[in-house]
T-cell receptor, first 115, second 114 residues
Framework: GAVVSQHPSWVICKSGTSVKIECRSLDFQATTMFWYRQFPKQSLMLMATSNEGSKATYEQGVEKDKFLINHASLTLSTLTVTSAHPEDSSFYIC???????????FGPGTRLTVL | AQTVTQSQPEMSVQEAETVTLSCTYDTSESDYYLFWYKQPPSRQMILVIRQEAYKQQNATENRFSVNFQKAAKSFSLKISDSQLGDAAMYFCAYRVFTGNQFYFGTGTSLTVIP
């Protein structure tokens, strides 16, 4: 089956620093990737949709200057949390869509803790 | 607007018994997918079962089956012969047939009692 990886799986950083999270589709080309945020015991909240080679589309209320998304290739999308603050601490999940199968596959998630 | 509602925040079931998780949704679309995802403590989202709205036959995957009532916009998940490994958060989700975006419910936490 299709595999989506995320790196790192967990990260701790100091307030004010930037953190980059990578999402990779390992055995298929992902024309579209999605970034979700999940708070403890809550559902997944879509943050943005990224298409390869174009700007990401952000959901209402998501700060595009704070959560920078780059989808530079058909297998890689990155989410950079800039000037992180403790309230940015959360679990971030990416998913990737395979056009051929019209399926979406989820990565294992990244736990971000901002001190 | 598409919304997905899971009215049971927590459920429990005795091992080897059957449990049904409820899900309702609201949409004006006629072609769409419905999903049940399992999220164990590892937090990895795992697809449990998928239903295409145009199919009248309910989807089944081994011990997992759904009761899809399109007119009522209801999509419940039945887990038979529950196992300890079934303990997890379960999310109901909706996606328009030609769209990208998933709409998730708020989840149901399932506990399996030995």
């Amino acid at each position: 089956g299709a595999v989506v990886s995320q790196h790192p799986s967990w990260v701790i950083c100091k307030s004010g620093t930037s953190v980059k999270i990578e999402c990779r589709s390992l055995d298929f080309q992902a024309t579209t990737m999605f970034w979700y945020r999940q708070f403890p015991k809550q559902s997944l909240m879509l943050m943005a949709t990224s298409n390869e080679g174009s700007k990401a589309t952000y959901e209402q209320g998501v700060e595009k200057d704070k959560f920078l998304i780059n989808h530079a290739s058909l297998t890689l999308s990155t989410l950079t949390v800039t000037s992180a603050h403790p309230e940015d601490s959360s679990f971030y999940i990416c998913s990737a869509r395979d056009r051929a199968w019209n399926e979406q596959f989820f990565g294992p998630g990244t736990r971000l803790t901002v001190l | 607007a598409q919304t997905v509602t899971q009215s049971q925040p927590e459920m429990s079931v005795q091992e080897a018994e059957t449990v049904t998780l409820s899900c309702t949704y609201d949409t004006s679309e006629s072609d769409y997918y419905l999903f049940w995802y399992k999220q164990p403590p590892s937090r990895q989202m795992i697809l449990v079962i998928r239903q295409e709205a145009y199919k009248q036959q309910n989807a089944t995957e081994n011990r997992f089956s759904v009761n899809f009532q399109k007119a009522a916009k209801s999509f419940s998940l039945k887990i038979s012969d529950s196992q300890l490994g079934d303990a997890a958060m379960y999310f109901c989700a909706y996606r328009v047939f030609t769209g990208n975006q998933f709409y998730f419910g708020t989840g149901t936490s399932l506990t399996v009692i030995p």
